[in-house]
T-cell receptor, first 117, second 116 residues
Framework: ETGVTQTPRHLVMGMTNKKSLKCEQH?????MYWYKQSAKKPLELMFV???????ENNSVPSRFSPECPNSSHLFLHLHTLQPEDSALYLC????????????????FGPGTRLTVT | AQSVSQHNHHVILSEAASLELGCNYS??????LFWYVQYPGQHLQLLLK??????LVKGIKGFEAEFIKSKFSFNLRKPSVQWSDTAEYFC??????????????FGGGTRVLVKP
C-alpha cells in the first residue's frame, strides 16, 4: 500500500473512553503531523514529529497524547474527550521539516472521523 | 500570528465557467504557498505550490495560481471548470528559514460546486 493510511476511518466514543488513532506512511518520510479539521474552522496543526521526536505541540489539551514509535508510524491517544473534540483528524507526512528543501510537500491521509458522544 | 484568508466559503458555477478563488495571507516574510484540494470522500491532495521564481505557477488538472507579493495574495484560477472539479479547496502557507519551519497554516477552505 502506498501513501499515508489512517485507521480507523470512523470512530464513535464516549467521553470516558480511551481510544487511539493510527497513522502509517509508506513514503520514507522523516516528518509526521497531526491536524484537526472541525466544521467551519480552518485546519489546525496539533503536533509535529521529526525523526520520532516531537518538535511542536500547538497548545493541544493533554487529553490528546501523541506517540511516534518510529518514522513510519504515528499514533494519537485519546482519553476523556469532550463533544467539541468531534472532528476529522488528519495525519500528514513530509520528507523533512526543513523547508529549505524543495521536497517539503506534505502528503495527507484520508483522516479519521471522530464523534464524541 | 500569521493567518490565511479565503474570501469565498462557497462557490457555485456551471461547467465551462471560469473559476478564481482568492487567498490572502498575513505574514510579511518569505513564504511558501500551496493550494490543496479535497474531492468528496477523498484525502487532501496538492494542486500546486510556489517556492520561488516565476510567480505564475501551473498545477495539475489545468489549475494555476499567481503569487502577488505586494498584495499578499495567491489566487487560484482555472479558465474552464468541469463537473469533476467539485471539491473543497484550501490555501496554505509555511515560512522557510523561520522557527515555524514546515508548519502549514491553512485558510478556511472554499467549497466549489460545479453544475453539469
Amino acid at each position: 500500500e502506498t501513501g499515508v493510511t489512517q485507521t480507523p476511518r470512523h470512530l464513535v466514543m464516549g467521553m470516558t473512553n480511551k481510544k487511539s488513532l493510527k497513522c502509517e506512511q509508506h513514503l520514507g518520510h522523516n516528518a509526521m503531523y497531526w491536524y484537526k479539521q472541525s466544521a467551519k474552522k480552518p485546519l489546525e496543526l496539533m503536533f509535529v514529529y521529526s525523526l520520532e521526536e516531537r518538535v511542536e505541540n500547538n497548545s493541544v489539551p493533554s487529553r490528546f497524547s501523541p506517540e511516534c514509535p518510529n518514522s513510519s508510524h504515528l499514533f494519537l491517544h485519546l482519553h476523556t474527550l469532550q463533544p467539541e473534540d468531534s472532528a476529522l483528524y488528519l495525519c500528514a507526512s513530509s520528507q523533512d521539516i526543513d523547508v529549505e528543501l524543495d521536497s517539503d510537500e506534505q502528503y495527507f491521509g484520508p483522516g479519521t472521523r471522530l464523534t464524541v458522544t | 500570528a500569521q493567518s490565511v484568508s479565503q474570501h469565498n466559503h462557497h462557490v457555485i458555477l456551471s461547467e465551462a465557467a471560469s473559476l478564481e478563488l482568492g487567498c490572502n495571507y498575513s505574514y510579511g516574510g518569505t513564504v511558501n504557498l500551496f493550494w490543496y484540494v479535497q474531492y468528496p470522500g477523498q484525502h487532501l491532495q496538492l494542486l500546486l505550490k510556489y517556492f520561488s521564481g516565476d510567480p505564475l505557477v501551473k498545477g495539475i488538472k489545468g489549475f494555476e495560481a499567481e503569487f502577488i507579493k505586494s498584495k499578499f495574495s495567491f489566487n487560484l484560477r482555472k479558465p474552464s471548470v468541469q463537473w469533476s472539479d467539485t471539491a473543497e479547496y484550501f490555501c496554505a502557507v509555511n515560512h522557510p528559514r523561520s522557527a515555524a519551519g514546515n508548519k502549514l497554516t491553512f485558510g478556511g477552505g472554499t467549497r466549489v460546486l460545479v453544475k453539469p
